[in-house]
């Protein structure tokens, strides 16, 4: 993207370029029959063009400084690591050798040029549009109608998508849900005992809270980018209503262990059933819940509940006794997992998750949280704490990330663009001057002109906007993988980026049109 801003703005400096050269023309023509070389005006052009383009790098290097923090800012967003962005060495010669290509790359056309010293003299500098660089300059406008549009439907698929993912339910709520991750110190909690005994103390004191109203404990939680992918089952797996498989492994099936309320507090339905309760210690009998999706896969046409499932070729069994509905764990945009669901009393984990239903800000509810786990162990260190809410949010970064960048991106290529096009048409009125008024002298009126210069620029838009269709179904093409429900050939997006290309051609347009329109033919006739 960043590589085809760039390109809209060679072809636009250059567009700039060729039309201040072909005003330059009697200069030119006065300066080659006084002795001066192609080669010698070559240079001049060239270090015109090569001066611009490090002041405008050097221009683009303080408005980097000092939107740095702005950057940072917005980079937070998508990475713990946006600290380090900063202005090195590295940024500054980078800066500078970009701008030496970009200043031979706009400049090397005009250098190239051949002056017509008889034409230029007689004119004097008014040059026949379509016959002193005009096709250049009209290719160069395509192309950057070519490019904006691949920018614009890049954006626009990736918004749809990101829309896309906002819409998939995730199967739980995480309003106001505040998760506190702790790893526990093996040498102080080194049995399962332990180490239930203190989450159970850090859920009692954290639900003394006044502004908590639920509390419960797990592993890990939905979205939960550390530990997201922790517990998925390996080992073999059999069931007690069908023979035994030494092959059979269970695929994308994770297990996690969680206290009772988890389910009510997440906002997750007992389909089937019953939830764990504090009557599933380590000396009851050892229960499961799975999902809905595991359910389905394994027992179709009957009830789940009451069939055992083994883990260690039948050395221990686990007694289903509820189906929870299916929760997106992982990623939106990612298919949902078979779930397994332990009591954490029988199964404790020195990694563990406090979620609590808070009705304050984080703000308040971490110091509360610091402040009982340095009296319950002040040698506890707290991992990470964040709302479920943020870890959703996290989870869709990468797609955010795109579509924004892609925006702003866009944004600014229909900004060239549209300086583009209006300064090439104002460049085209300045020089068809005499036509004009000739025209308006003859009997065209102010509407057969406004409409002549309009429908010039929107034949260059047309003409660019067909050849980046091509490109943008290219680049969608590359955009698949980060794609969600959305169609890399959905015509309506294609539809809409082309018509509001349109609106924007038109609107640039209108007031090189206008002034061209509003000219007084006397004037026009009598210009030099």
């Not at 206290?259 to 389909?271: K, M, Q, R």
């Not at 996290?394 to 797609?399: A, G, K, P």
Request: include cysteine.
């Amino acid at each position: 993207t960043t590589i085809l801003v760039l390109l809209i703005s060679c072809a636009n400096v250059t567009n700039l370029i060729l039309s201040q050269h072909a005003r330059r023309q009697r200069e030119f023509a006065v300066r080659s029959s006084l002795g001066a070389t192609r080669l010698m005006l070559g240079k001049q052009l060239l270090t015109e063009s090569i001066l611009l383009a490090l002041f405008a790098g050097t221009l683009g290097l303080c408005f980097a400084y000092f939107g740095l923090d702005l950057l940072q800012g917005f980079a937070e967003h998508f990475t713990s690591r946006a600290n380090q962005i900063r202005i090195d060495i590295d940024v500054m010669v980078f800066t500078i050798v970009i701008s030496l290509a970009t200043g031979i790359a706009a400049g090397i056309l005009p250098s190239l040029a051949k002056p017509n010293l008889v034409t230029a003299l007689k004119e004097g500098g008014k040059s026949s549009y379509s016959t002193e660089g005009g096709p250049i300059r009209n290719a160069l406008l395509v192309s950057q109608f070519g490019l904006s549009l691949i920018l614009l439907v890049s954006a626009a698929l990736s918004i749809k998508s990101l829309d896309e993912i906002k819409k998939v339910d995730p199967g739980y709520s995480g309003t106001q849900v505040q998760a506190l991750q702790l790893d526990l110190n093996w040498t102080t909690y080194n049995s399962a005992e332990s180490q239930w005994q203190v989450t159970q103390t850090i859920m009692d004191e954290v639900k003394a809270l006044g502004y908590v109203d639920k509390v419960a404990a797990s592993v890990t939680y939905p979205m939960d980018s550390v530990m997201s992918a922790f517990g998925q089952i390996r080992q073999v797996v059999q069931f007690d209503d069908r023979a035994f498989d030494a092959n059979e492994r269970l695929d994308n099936t994770y297990g996690r262990g969680i206290s009772p309320d988890y389910f009510d507090l997440l906002g997750i339905n007992i389909l089937h059933g019953r939830d764990f309760s504090r009557h599933d210690t380590a000396d009851d009998p050892r229960v499961i819940i799975i999902n809905q999706s595991l359910a389905t896969q394994y027992w179709p046409n009957e009830s789940a509940l009451e069939h055992k499932i083994s883990f260690d070729n039948g050395q221990n069994w686990y007694t289903i006794i509820g189906v929870a509905s299916d929760v997106v764990e992982q990623s939106l945009t990612s298919a949902t997992n078979n779930q397994f669901y332990r009591p954490l009393a029988q199964f404790p984990s020195l990694h563990v998750a406090i979620l609590a239903s808070v009705a304050t800000d984080q703000e308040t509810y971490v110091k509360d949280i610091k402040t009982i786990i340095g009296r319950i162990d002040s040698q506890q260190a707290i991992s990470k704490i964040e709302s479920l809410e943020q870890a959703l949010e996290n989870s869709v970064s990468l797609q955010t990330f795109i579509a924004q960048v892609l925006t702003i991106f866009a944004g600014i290529a229909m900004f060239i663009t549209v300086s583009g096009i209006s300064g090439v048409l104002g460049y085209l009125v300045s020089v068809r001057t005499r036509e004009i008024g000739i025209r308006m002298a003859v009997g065209a009126t102010q509407q057969d002109v406004l409409l002549m210069i309009l429908l010039y620029g929107l034949k260059l838009s047309i003409v660019g906007l067909s050849i980046g269709v091509i490109g943008a179904w290219w680049m969608a093409d590359l955009l698949n993988e980060h794609l969600f429900n959305v169609a890399s050939t959905e015509v309506t997006i294609y539809v809409v980026c082309l018509s509001i290309m349109l609106v924007v051609t038109i609107f640039a347009s209108l007031l090189p049109s206008y002034r061209a329109s509003r000219m007084d033919p006397n004037q026009a006739l009598r210009a030099s």
